[in-house]
């Protein structure tokens, strides 16, 4: 049998024990697969490793284990309310758990296990010491007052202090869960154990957070952006980007592509889109810094401050751009988006949010030869820099903003020089390739040398 087709049978027949084994997950089941199309492949090519006979895919796709718990608390009304929390510990095999709480509606076992496991690869590449781990809850922190949020998240850490620990599993924010959920987060852990360690990243500067944490997803999305971009003797100077999301990614991300000299022509949040042809400069974005995390506004109020166009319950990627930066959520370019972007002229697609385009729009962007980077090398800045911090808590000191930013650059130079690495095929990069197989190595060795883990 040619190796195409046993690297194809092997492929089926991986998936086929997969989905039997994690029915009704389609979150996980896509970035699985996404993974297994080149892992397996790689794995079948290099018998030698032993990885086929040691399974190590299919541990990788196995939670070291998941815990899942009721949070009750009590609104302003005084009536009791319940939701759901979790924390998914899926492998540990080159550090703690390390990775960030959600706090939305749309939060189950699926959705976490997909980023557990996307978590893996993309701590692998920052060079870091950090396992990989996702929680969170399926509560909804939009229209609910600071008393209310404060109330869920000590609930919340209740459960969840029995689970973590600065050696253990070090959790961080993500979607729904920024500095002020994080501090009622951290304040509940330091009064139940009774002791003061940095047992979660993402903290205020006040009592040990680091310094570019906040920026650090979506700088660091720019700074890989920027390295990808020169590998093929181009400029992000005068380029013309559009960036979906109106958050923390998608903020830092706007003010860094400024810095560089390029021109952010939309940003979005659930309620539709807006584009602003004449750019958000750093006026602008200082109106939608204030509107999103003091006001928590909606994004129109842009529109109707700047007399920009808003286009109600869209997406952004049916305007003109040169390079597109999704930092919103999963699966928010489809099929359609991915052919509106190449129609127009888009040249690249550099992930903020995690999994943010679908197979099928993946497919298209390497057909057209576009560049491509997954979240899990262009958007690794966030957990490096939450890493960087846990080094900070360790020596009892604060690196300067300086230092900070030089070291996250040099970690996003270094996971795209692994992506050309592993992923170059005559004079092009698949950064697909690139970033599974450069992450999966590290881990996989890891679990090689540890034994039955």
Known sequence: ???????????????????????????????????????????????????????????????????????????????????????????????????????????????????????????????????????????????????????????????LCKHIGFVTDVPAGDIGVGAREIGYLFGQYKRIRGHFTGVLTGKSLQYGGSLIRPEATGYGNVYFSREAIQHVDRSLEGAVCSVSGSGNVAQYTIEKLNELGAKVVTVSDSSGFVHDPEGIDKARLAFIMALKNERRGRIKEYADEFGASFHEGQKPWGIACDYAYPSATQNEIDEDDARALIENGCKGIFEGANMPCTHAAIGLFQGAELLYAPGKASNAGGVATSGLEMSQNKLGLQWTREEVDQKLTAIMRDIHQKCVEHGSTDGSVDYVKGANIAGFEKVAQAMMSQGLV
């Not at 492929?11 to 389609?26: C, D, I, Q, Y």
């Open 1 to 159: 049998m040619a190796a195409s087709s046993q690297a194809d049978s092997a492929l089926a027949s991986f998936m086929e024990w997969f989905t039997a084994r994690n029915p009704g997950e389609p979150e996980f089941t896509q970035a699985v697969s996404e993974v297994a199309e080149v892992v397996v492949p790689y794995i079948a090519a290099h018998p030698e490793k032993g990885y086929a006979e040691a399974k190590i895919l299919e541990r990788l796709t196995e939670p070291d284990r998941v815990f899942m718990f009721r949070v009750p608390w009590m609104d302003d009304q005084g009536v009791f309310q319940v939701n759901r929390g979790y924390r998914v510990q899926i492998n540990n095999a080159i550090g703690p758990y390390k990775g960030g709480l959600r706090f939305h509606p749309t939060v189950n076992l699926s959705v976490l296990k997909f980023l557990a496991f996307e978590q893996i690869f993309k701590n692998s590449l920052t060079t870091l010491p950090l396992g990989a781990g996702k929680g969170g809850a399926d509560f909804d922190p939009k229209g609910k007052s600071d008393a209310e949020v404060m109330r869920f998240c000590q609930s919340f850490m209740t459960e």
